[in-house]
């Protein structure tokens, strides 16, 4: 594979390739105005391939959450349409066609182990614990954290509750993890160690993967394809191709072709905040 | 010191130093009152109150019995009707704005005025005194667990709802257990009110004979100037408001103490 390339063209160009793949979600000219007026999104068109590790970077209120959120299903679009499998909202959740969240915060129960908070989403199924306790212990065993099992959230370290929401989401086997900022309260090392191990399991189980951040370093570090949104109003300004081979590692971070798509994100996001930088 | 000790030490602490004070009040009313000679029909010596106690501590028992049977049944009544009605409000915004004014009417409407009519229209005693008890109780149970029931981390509602969770599971799974902390706080003021109701409720209604409570009990000392009585009466009302407020704090440790911050010791 060759090194990737200065990618200010359009992506189409780049990786014709992955074109091919399957659709997964679909944002059709989905926009959200929310019921105060605040215009979250401007219509967004954008399409999810199987096997796409996508990332939404941007400022604080471009809509990148909101976004996540729409393909979530969690929050309705004002005007146009999304579609998951080339179906509506009830393609959600069939066999294969499994979606995982994590939030922003660990959002784990505090009066529940360990354990029952990877179970949750089994017994929201209503599927019978002995059923679920394997897989359950297999997500741990996964996040490393089998020895924690029994303990509650507040005894754990903030990097540890953020792989206990890991294991819940994996628990179910997904085949869309959908993640909102999930390392932005980690320190700088929990947090590589933790891209690392996303990666690894977006690779181990051909997951597709949606991932929104401030960072452009993790950006760079983990996509296929990096959507550069801006804010006031929210919107897509730019799409980067990360043709970066995996298995991805520490060499990659201190490369030359990391600090040029560094640059170019940079370069984009910078391109989009010059009209708010004018007097106003 | 070990942790363990450290606790122990100030488990010792939370008895010890409050009981010392006692100790130390009751000494110097004991000394003062036989210093100047205070008769007892007017401020009765420690020493008097317990003599009194002996003597009579058979119809104080019973009545302190007939007041707690009164106070819990009123407590276990508002703490189901609170919880269920508090439920039913985050059920719907619009139910909730309907009704909360009249809960909390309940509450301002002073419950010494309330229970003359309640008494009158309540034919049994015991029942009448059980739902001025209720009445006064109700209020801080009601709004507390609607508080807590409400006060729901948003991110577990949406993985909730994401999955598609029905009201039941999302009442039973999240709700109420991120309500309890709240809930027992409500229980703990509630357990109190219950006591003051049962006793303001007897007072009003001020009925004889058998199956009488302590209010009653303080009642007619006061007509006799038994003063000496009504202080042992007195002592005994307050000693069971402490005892049941104690119950509470056990139930709420044994209830929150793994997971809560309110209930958690240096434990790790």
Known sequence: MSPAPLTLDEPAAIAPARLAAAPVIEVLSAEKVFADGTRALQPVDLTLRAGDFMTLIGPSGCGKSTLLGMMSNLLQPSEGRLSWWRGGPEKIGARGRQIGIVFQDPTLMPWATVEKNVRLLFDLDGIPAAESTPRVHDALARVGLSKFARHYPRQLSGGMRMRVAIARALATDPDVLLMDEPFGALDEFTRHKLDSDILDMWRERSLTAVFVTHSIYEAVFLSTRIVVMAASPGRIIHEIVVDEPFPRDESFRVSTRFANLCADVLNALSHAQKPTLGPS | MSPKNINNAENAMRVGAPFAVGLVLLLLWQTLCTAYAVPSYLFPKPSDISDSFGREWHSLFAALATTMKITLSGFIAASVIGILIAIIFVQSKVIELAFFPYAVLLQVTPIAAVSPLIVIL???????????????????????????????????????????????????????????????????????????????????????????????????????????????????????????????????????????????????
Do not use: C
């Not at chain 2, 807590?148 to 991110?155: I, W």
């Not at chain 2, 994401?162 to 039941?168: G, M, P, V």
């Open chain 2, 122 to 268: 309540v034919k049994n005693t015991t029942g009448a005194l059980i739902v001025v008890s209720t009445i006064v109780a109700l209020f801080p149970i009601i709004s507390n667990t609607t508080l807590g029931l409400r006060s729901v981390d948003p991110g577990l509602l949406n993985l909730f709802r994401a999955r598609r969770a029905s009201r039941l599971q999302i009442l039973l799974r999240l709700r109420i257990p991120s309500a309890l902390p709240y809930i027992f706080a409500g229980l703990r003021i509630s357990i109190g009110l219950a006591l003051i109701g049962a006793v303001v409720g007897e007072f009003v209604a001020g009925t004889g004979g058998r199956g009488s409570g302590l209010a009653y009990q303080i009642l007619q000392a006061g007509i006799q100037l038994d003063i000496p009585l009504m202080f042992a009466a007195l002592a005994l009302i307050s000693a069971a408001g402490i005892a049941m407020f104690t119950m509470m704090l056990v139930f709420t440790r044994m209830a929150l103490s793994h997971w809560h911050e309110s209930e958690l010791e240096a434990r790790r």
